[in-house]
């Protein structure tokens, strides 16, 4: 991972990183980067990440597993989408099993 002084950017980075089929919230990124406190702040990030392309900003979720980000995404179901193409189980906005699609980042990048 290149050092960069831009949250955003490093934000970005990580979620770069998560893998296929599996997902992480927005707490755990910002714990990874040293920044407890900053879901929200990595929330802003995911929602300016759209414009990149290469960025998996449906990967991220909120700490329930809700697809708190969804009306970000074009269409009314496309993050839901994008994640069952990858295998992920969705109901009511809810990722389902999400102990065994979690990715967190400390564990992950250590």
């Not at 979720?61 to 009314?76: A, R, Y």
């Amino acid at each position: 991972m290149k050092k960069t002084d831009n949250f955003f950017d490093r934000v970005y980075e990580i979620a770069r990183l998560i893998p296929f089929g599996r997902v992480t919230n927005y707490g755990a990124i910002g714990a990874y980067l040293g920044a407890v406190r900053s879901a929200r702040m990595v929330g802003w990030a995911m929602t300016k990440a759209h414009n990149l392309g290469d960025v998996p900003a449906h990967r991220v979720v909120n700490k329930q597993g809700l697809l708190t980000g969804k009306h970000h995404f074009d269409g009314t179901n496309l993050m839901q989408q994008l994640l069952e193409n990858e295998g992920i189980v969705v109901i009511d906005n809810q990722i389902q099993d999400l102990e065994k699609v979690f990715w967190d980042p400390i564990k992950e990048l250590k």
